[in-house]
């Protein structure tokens, strides 16, 4: 019996692909002299939560955690991407990373965490994003929070730099970052990084607004400011002075 393994292929094109941006950076690096961009250099894996089977926390209307996850995580993509950084995602389109021959909700959720994680750990990333949705009994709750894991002082900090960027530019959340245990991918992952619940589903205004094109942008755009906040924070101060 031929032992399937399905880690190992969406690996080894990743690996490829950073071998070849490896090789390119190195040559045009002469070229681009005086031209260097924020986060040239910085591998970040972004994870758009859920997909596939698991459809994630839901809105009154229907609206799936899983497809707002993903609108983001495409729009933090290219901002993070124009800014010089090479960027992998867990997935981008609705779909999750067990086999197609892996049976069982169950089962294929812990296959998906598990090649999430690898994605994560085993591709010389820098950091990793992590971006899913809130949902509660009662509709009260509201406001985007990021987590992290206490164990990298750098997730700490990265995690306060994008909790400011969305208390700034959301303008409605007064949230902190906040430490967090008990989460597969945060406790597991061997980088810094961030969870981000962008806000309540169960809130019916919040949800609406989580719908929007508008403000999914303004999402991404806080998270990147956060990131660059973190990374350049001279940069992250003269955007806003700009504003």
């Known amino acids: 019996m031929t032992k399937r393994m399905f880690i190992g292929t969406p690996l080894a094109i990743i690996f490829s692909g950073l071998a070849v941006y490896a090789i390119f950076s190195m040559f045009s690096s002469e070229n681009t002299a005086g031209l260097e961009m924020p986060l040239s250099g910085q591998i970040i894996v972004i994870d758009p939560g ?59 959720k812990t296959e998906d965490l598990k090649n999430r994680l690898a994605l994560i750990n085993e591709t010389n990333s820098d950091y990793y994003i992590s971006l899913h949705l809130n949902a509660i009994p009662s509709p009260r709750w509201r406001g985007a929070q990021t987590f992290y894991n206490r164990t990298f002082e750098d997730s700490k900090n990265m995690a306060e730099s994008v909790q400011s ?3 700034r530019q959301l303008e409605n959340t007064n949230r902190t970052a906040l430490a967090i245990n008990g989460k597969y ?27 929007s094109e508008e403000y999914q942008d303004k999402i991404a755009a806080s998270i990147y400011q956060g990131m660059l906040r973190y990374k350049v924070p001279e940069m992250a101060k003269e955007n806003e002075a700009e504003q």
């Not at 609705?94 to 169950?106: E, I, V």
């Not at 980088?191 to 205004?205: Q, T």
């Open 50 to 108: 859920h997909g596939g089977v698991d459809g994630g926390s839901s809105a009154s209307d229907g609206t799936q955690e899983k497809e707002i996850a993903l609108a983001i995580s495409l729009k933090l993509r290219d901002y993070l991407q124009a800014s010089g950084a090479l960027v992998l995602m867990t997935r981008e389109d609705d779909s999750d990373l067990a086999a197609s021959d892996t049976q069982g909700y169950s089962n294929r």
């Open 165 to 167: 960027e969305m208390i």
């Open 185 to 211: 991918i945060v406790d597991q992952a061997k980088i810094p990084g961030v969870l981000v619940e962008v806000g309540f589903l169960s809130n019916p205004d919040e949800a609406a607004d989580l719908q």
